[in-house]
């Protein structure tokens, strides 16, 4: 693998991790009681719980998708590619959780737009990882 191509796809796991540590830690602080002010006036201004449940989701499947090696993103089960199988049952995971949470609640809404932002990340990856015209053709095409 170039260079070029190993430093974007290093560059892609580091925001992803640092996007994926900062959810775990806002849903621990919420899951704890510990929610800060910042958390619930950036919940209200994103448009509520449901658009911010969307925006995490595909945050979270957009970068994680995109900072795996082209041969685990390959990988699929029953059709369905491995990396969306671990994202949909982190995500159930994580929303199942609040059920015991005495400041949280489970929600099936919640889960839905989750759900709904790893399929939009689905789509966004498969064009962003397709193959440009420019590759595919080779160096004939280039002046």
């Given at each position: 693998m170039p260079l070029a191509q190993r430093l974007n796809q290093r560059l892609w796991q580091i925001a992803c991790g640092c996007v994926c540590i900062?959810?775990?830690?806002a849903t621990g602080l919420k899951s704890s009681g510990n929610y800060?002010?910042?958390?619930?006036?950036?919940?209200?201004?994103?448009?509520?719980d449901t658009v911010v449940h969307f925006v995490a989701a595909l945050t979270c499947?957009?970068?994680s998708m995109m900072a795996?090696?082209?041969?685990?993103?390959?990988?699929?089960?029953?059709?369905?590619?491995a990396i969306v199988l671990l994202l949909c049952l982190a995500f159930t995971v994580d929303e199942?959780?609040?059920?015991?949470?005495?400041?949280?609640?489970?929600?099936?809404?919640?889960?839905?737009?989750?759900?709904?932002g790893l399929l939009?990340?689905?789509?966004?990856?498969?064009?962003?990882k397709r193959p440009s015209t420019w590759d595919s053709?080779?160096?004939e095409n280039v002046h």
């Open positions: 900062a959810l775990l830690v800060s002010v910042f958390f619930a006036r950036l919940e209200i201004y994103l448009g509520g499947s957009t970068l795996v090696s082209e041969r685990i993103y390959a990988v699929k089960f029953a059709g369905i590619r199942g959780l609040q059920a015991f949470s005495v400041y949280r609640q489970f929600s099936w809404g919640d889960l839905g737009f989750n759900y709904a939009s990340a689905s789509v966004l990856v498969m064009f962003l053709a080779g160096g």
